[in-house]
């Protein structure tokens, strides 16, 4: 058996592909066993159908299933050899087979365009230097640590700057009933919530309270959907924490990695400006595969 790659054109190549009858033979043979093995035919018991049986009803199927597997194994050692990646289903052209001479026939597989960015080094632009303050760090160090404090139950009436763990029993928006999340559980850092009212609802509580929350939510909210309307939060408190202590070696960490994540942040929207300037007023071939997904609509 023979493949050849041909370059239809930016986008697609062509495997021209040669399978002997003789090929056939091995592949034809392994599928027969298979279905002898699974085939149960009126008077025989599975896995005791004659073979010339086997044939007579299944034969046409059996070659079918054979040839796939000869061809699926051809296309993918070929591509893989020549480091071709597909991007969509290949698609068989001019398959010929009369069971006599050698099969023949095309199989047409899309590829990514290769693209030669020129002229990026002359962009003029160059990565400035990123730096993470010390009050950033701190800021952020707090947060989590307060947030995720552990094993720190306070027997004590919750404040500001305290971690409030608790179940939603009912929520009522703007007159309307909510649908509970499944799971019903929330932890909210006193002081530092997206809804003061919601915090301040919870200042005073103790683990065990059952409390209704009546506020506000400001006109700026971070979530559209509650701005400006009216909420009332029926809650269960579970537990009180108050903060950790600090960490110096946690904290080590986190400056690292705030400074890396700003660092490869920078790079990023210079890599994206440098791609857009370079490659200003040029066209790419897409493969049809890519524009299909590209242009499928949007859910709404």
Request: net charge positive.
């Amino acid at each position: 058996m023979s493949a050849e790659i041909k370059e239809t054109s930016a986008t697609v190549r062509t495997l021209e592909i040669t399978i002997p009858q003789g090929d056939l033979k091995v592949p034809f043979e392994k599928k027969l066993s298979q279905y002898k093995k699974q085939v149960a035919l009126k008077g025989f018991r599975q896995g005791q159908v004659p073979k010339s049986m086997i044939l007579k009803q299944f034969g046409p199927s059996i070659r079918h299933e054979a040839v796939d597997d000869v061809v699926n194994s051809i296309v993918q050692e070929t591509l893989k050899g020549a480091n071709i990646i597909p991007v969509g289903k290949m698609v068989v052209k001019e398959f010929n087979d009369d069971e006599k001479s050698d099969i023949t026939l095309k199989v047409e597989v899309e590829v990514d365009p290769e693209i030669d960015i020129k002229g990026y080094a002359d962009t003029g632009i160059t990565v400035p230097a990123t730096a993470v303050h010390e009050e950033e760090v701190q800021a952020e160090f707090d947060r989590l640590m307060q947030m995720w404090s552990k094993d720190v139950h306070v027997d004590r009436e919750a404040k500001k700057g305290d971690v409030v763990v608790g179940d939603y029993i009912e929520v009522v928006i703007d007159g309307e009933k909510q649908e509970l999340p499944e799971n019903k559980e929330f932890r909210s850092l006193l002081g530092e919530s997206a809804s003061p009212g919601f915090d301040e609802g919870l200042t005073g509580s103790k683990a065990g309270d059952k409390k209704e929350i009546n506020f506000k939510y400001p006109d700026d909210h971070k979530d559209e959907r509650y701005r400006g309307k009216t909420a009332q939060f029926n809650v269960e408190i579970k537990d009180v924490a108050s903060p950790p202590r600090r960490r110096t070696q946690q904290r080590t960490r986190l400056s690292t990695k705030l400074s890396t994540s700003s660092s490869k942040l920078t790079r990023s929207k210079c890599r994206r400006l440098a791609c857009t300037t370079s490659s200003s007023g040029r066209s790419t071939a897409m493969p049809r595969a890519k524009r299909t997904l590209w242009n499928r609509p949007k859910n709404r």
